[in-house]
């Protein structure tokens, strides 16, 4: 990204370590487990912490438990060796003259031969004991007298992730020197638009450098950051406390503004290659389908089918997101658009994560579709329907029936799992691909859907909340409708956060609502092993829950039981015969029981909040209140708040904002989201900002362009 603007890989940021005086084979194996490949990876090798060495703590000073950097001489040393020599620990002791201080490393012998009687060293650690002053494991690095001292000592010194054998020192001294002759070198790659070319991305023709120089106006937000090469600079030598986060800021933005050119130069490709299908329908179908479905849509609902209608006439296929928490109703809305493409004459293809889902919609669909004289095929790796035998109501053939058209001109809906993708499988006349659950599956599979036809549209569909920032960047190519609305009659689910000590009469409440005829779920973090400080494991609680809510009756269900348990256990707790289901998170996603009103979660805080937010959304199915109580032994401002989200809101993406802010980005993106960089300077969680004003730079950069 910092590379020239004509040959990237000419630039001489873009050569190998290797070439850097000083830096042998052995180095070089050394950064590349660091993956430093080149001059410009070991110029963003970005440090762990800084050291303000410009004052040293004296280790009179030191407190207990707090991290502190001091400096002194070593008065002594020696390996002490116990339990047969099984076990040692090597004892290293400095004075400042202010006092003593003990550093000891246990069970690393070997840790002698780098230290000497008289060595100055620095030393960064938290005190554990006082009397004597002692610290285990510190992190050190010993003072050689030598010109190069103004690297590593009077500054705020950097402190980099290192790798074996690779020292401290010899690292900030290494990027020290390149620093200084590669600082020229590092050029602004989005202020000019002609070093766009320089981020890796192939911009056709020699346009771009024809274009003008950007007028100032247009680049508020970039003018008030430092440099690139700047920015760099304070990265590695900040000269005050605040100069390490300016830095990351800006390198952040470079990334981001990378992320967003490439988005939309996939989506300016798109646009200039794609024809749509004329997929926006007559309403043949769609009217008796809404007649006979028994509810009104939403006002939510039909706001988004008339954005999906909008897009299916338009002349560039649609690329659409569908987000709607548990329960919104988005299956209809997929009925809808699907029927929209149907009446217009080419078939729809909908995949969803598990046979269970596929099976489920397919079982929908059929009783839906079929009134309409449509066919519908369920294609999962266990079921395959061919086009005829699912369109009668007792799933048999349709014996006597006329030949059909050819098979491949009748518009058809084709459910499934990954066996759509399946090279093998053939979907003809493919006008929508609608994806379930999208945050279960990758970009790649994604693709490979839309590849089963020419462009068709495309509708993706999640309840997973996704912060507006995440949205941007992966998802900055489509274009997202919101249900945020669920549909009428459903009873309001009130939450509260609870400690330990109140159980006795969280318990009583609990027996109160059983005594009515209302059902309950039991939640605990864990199957066979309680956890550290006290976290529940369901088989050894089932015991203790008997006892305290006898005579009603408690079912087990876990992950480890086989399907056929897990069956009996759900129907027992279905008819009632059970009153109290004790689970897991296992039951996430999927039961819809309308008469189960409680939900009491111990451990609270073991669960991220979207995890908990899907949780109970198990109850507040029928039209009756509900009540979820979470109970946390979490001290602390931080869990309280946390859990207090839940306490305030049913709002999905108020969650996941609360999650995103605290717990990172992984929980809500799941395993298979391919296509997101790992950044080195961006954080998803707090670059909210940033990635904004990469997106309206990166499009005012690409239409400079134009
Ligand atoms: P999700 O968005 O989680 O996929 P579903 O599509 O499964 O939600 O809908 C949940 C339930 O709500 C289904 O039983 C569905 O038939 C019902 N439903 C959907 N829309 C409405 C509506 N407008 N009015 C009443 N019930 C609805
Ligand atoms: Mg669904």
């Not at 190998?16 to 110029?43: C, F, M, S």
């Not at 014996?399 to 009748?410: I, V």
Request: some cysteine; glycine content about 8%.
């Amino acid at each position: 990204m910092i590379t020239a603007p004509e040959n990237p890989s000419a630039s001489p940021l873009a050569k190998p370590v290797a070439t850097i005086r000083g830096v042998g084979p052995e180095r070089a194996a050394q950064l590349a487990r660091l993956k430093i490949a080149t001059i410009e990876d070991l110029l963003l090798h970005r440090p762990r912490r800084y050291e303000d060495r410009r004052q040293f703590r004296p280790i009179a000073a030191l407190q207990l438990d707090e991290p502190a950097t001091t400096h002194g001489t070593v008065v002594a040393l020696g390996v002490k060796r116990f339990r047969h020599g099984q076990k040692s620990v090597f004892e290293l002791i400095l004075d400042d003259g202010t006092a003593r201080l003990h550093c000891r490393w246990w069970n690393l012998p070997f840790m002698e031969k780098y230290f000497e009687v008289g060595d100055e060293v620095v030393v960064f650690g938290k005190p554990l004991l006082l009397k004597p002053r002692t610290i285990d494991h510190p992190e050190t690095e010993v003072v050689e007298n030598g010109e190069e001292n103004f690297i590593h000592l009077n500054r705020i010194t950097p402190v980099y992730p290192l790798t074996e054998g690779l020292p401290q020192r010899w690292l900030r001294s290494l990027i020290w020197r390149t620093l200084q002759d590669a600082e020229p070198n590092i050029s602004e790659p989005w202020l000019e638009p002609l070093q766009v070319t320089g981020c890796g991305l192939k911009v056709e023709g020699n346009r771009v450098a024809e274009s003008a120089k950007p007028s100032t106006s247009n680049l508020q937000p970039l003018t008030r950051v430092p440099s690139r090469s700047n920015a760099i600079h304070m990265l590695h030598f900040p000269e005050a406390p605040n100069d390490p986060e300016i830095a990351r800021r800006r390198l952040a933005l470079d990334e981001f503004i990378g992320l967003q050119l490439r988005i939309q130069l996939r989506r300016r490709k798109f646009e200039a290659a794609a024809q749509a299908l004329p997929c926006g329908g007559d309403n043949h179908l769609i009217k008796p389908f809404l007649a006979s479905l028994g509810f009104q849509l939403t006002a939510a609902q039909t706001g988004v089918l008339r954005e999906i209608r909008a897009d299916m006439r338009a002349p560039l296929p649609m690329r659409r997101l569908l987000q709607g928490d548990v329960g919104s109703g988005k299956t209809v809305v997929a009925a809808c658009s699907a029927l929209m493409a149907l009446e217009s004459g080419y078939s729809v293809a909908l995949m969803a994560p598990t046979e269970i889902l596929a099976e489920q919609h397919f079982r929908n669909f059929q009783r839906w579709f079929e009134p309409l004289s449509l066919c519908v095929e369920l294609q999962t790796g266990s079921h395959k329907t061919g086009p005829l035998r699912s369109t009668k109501p007792n799933g048999q053939a349709r014996q006597n029936a006329p030949a059909p058209l050819s098979p491949a001109r009748t518009p058809r809906l084709i459910i499934g799992t990954h066996a759509l993708i399946q090279p093998d499988f053939e979907i003809d006349r493919l006008g929508l691909a609608i994806i379930d659950e999208q945050h279960k599956f990758g970009v790649a599979q994604r693709e490979q859907l839309l590849r089963k036809g020419r462009y068709p549209h495309l509708l993706v569909m999640t309840a997973t909340p996704i912060p507006r920032t995440l949205g941007l960047t992966l998802y900055g190519d489509l274009d997202v409708s919101v249900i945020d609305q669920l549909p009428p009659g459903r009873g309001r689910i009130k939450t509260f956060v609870r400690s330990p000590d109140q159980l006795p009469k969280v318990w009583t409440f609990v027996r109160e609502q059983l005594a009515q005829g209302r059902q309950a779920y039991v939640v605990y973090p864990r199957v066979e092993e309680a956890g550290p400080g006290g976290v529940k494991a369901v088989t050894r609680e089932l015991a203790n829950l008997e006892r305290i809510l006898a005579p009603f009756r408690v079912a087990l269900l876990h992950g480890r039981m086989k399907a056929a348990e897990k069956e009996k256990t759900l129907a027992a707790f279905r008819a009632n015969a059970a009153q109290i289901l004790l689970t897991t998170s296992l039951i996430e996603v999927g039961l819809d029981m309308s008469n189960a009103t409680i939900m009491l979660i111990e451990n609270a805080e073991q669960f991220g909040l979207a995890q908990l937010h899907q949780l109970r959304g198990r109850i507040g199915r029928g039209s009756r209140q509900s009540c979820c109580i979470l109970v946390s032994s979490a001290d602390g401002d931080e869990a309280r708040n946390r859990l207090g989200t839940l306490e305030e809101t049913t709002d999905g993406f108020r969650i996941a904002e609360a999650d995103l802010k605290m717990r990172g980005p992984g929980e809500l993106l799941g395993p298979q989201q391919s296509g997101m960089p790992d950044f080195r300077f961006g954080d998803l969680r707090s670059d909210g900002d940033l990635i904004q004003t990469a997106r309206e730079q990166a499009i005012r950069l690409l239409s400079r362009q134009q």
